[in-house]
């Protein structure tokens, strides 16, 4: 089993429309949760940190994390065609772990 | 402002010939670098990190190596590249060390996309 597991996609969605982002984890000393943004052919770029359970909002994005069940989520509101990306989730504990980045399209 | 450059941002290489990959960090002094790789399908996987001149840490073991001659430079290198070396690589850089549960950002580069035929 991977330490982080994420779907690759791709997601498919018109403008305007709430997309959300979610990767799993098995790895309890994971405490610190990330979303990068990735636009093709470029590195990534950080987006959001989130450090305990809960919510995160930073503008039309939230970041929502829960310990119990091990599983971290991105949604976008109102979302428009510069949202396409690859998104990566990613955790840092013992370790810092990427996932596999799930591919966002957002149609006008 | 901190600016991070690598090069070349392609390239294609026959089986058996060497790599020389560059990356260096403006605007910052002693900074934690990484090189990553990334295949479709795999995610971003941790190939080297160094933490000042001279210091590289290895993850994984390959048929790569990396150097840092400089405090602001990095670079991949393969005496022979094997089909198995293509993919996505990434230069990245952060303040502090990443990995051993220290939350920071990783700055990264444009990537260089190499292709070994």
């Known amino acids: 089993q991977k330490e982080v597991e994420q779907d690759p996609g791709p997601l498919s969605v018109p403008e305007g429309a709430i997309v959300s982002l979610n990767c799993t984890y098995s790895?309890?000393?994971?405490?610190?949760f990330m979303w990068y943004r990735q636009y093709s052919r470029k590195g990534p770029e950080l987006l959001m940190y989130?450090?305990?359970?809960g919510n995160k909002e930073d503008g039309r994005f939230t970041a929502q994390v829960d310990k119990s069940s091990k599983y971290i989520s991105l949604f976008i509101r109102d979302s428009q065609p510069s949202d396409s990306a690859t998104y990566l989730c990613?955790?840092?504990?013992?370790?810092?772990?990427f996932g596999t980045g799930t591919r966002l399209q957002v149609f006008p | 402002s901190q600016t991070i450059h690598q090069w070349p941002a392609t390239l294609v290489q026959p089986v058996g010939s060497p790599l020389s990959l560059e990356c260096t960090v403006e605007?910052?002094?002693?900074?934690?670098l990484y090189w990553y790789r990334q295949a479709a399908g795999r995610g971003l996987q941790l190939l080297f990190y160094?933490?000042?001149?001279?210091?590289i840490s290895s993850e994984v073991p390959q048929n790569l190596s990396a150097s840092r001659p400089q405090d602001r430079q990095f670079i991949l290198s393969s005496k022979k590249l094997l089909l198995s070396d293509s993919g996505f690589y990434l230069c990245?850089?952060?303040?502090?060390?990443?990995?051993?549960?220290?939350?920071?950002?990783?700055?990264f580069g444009e990537g260089s996309r190499l292709t070994v035929l």
């Open positions: 990245a850089w952060s303040k502090s060390f990443l990995g051993r549960g220290v939350p920071g950002e990783l700055f």
């Open positions: 790895n309890s000393a994971f405490q610190y």
């Open positions: 989130t450090y305990s359970s």
């Open positions: 990613a955790m840092s504990g013992d370790k810092l772990i």
């Open positions: 605007g910052t002094s002693n900074p934690n």
């Open positions: 160094s933490v000042g001149i001279g210091q």
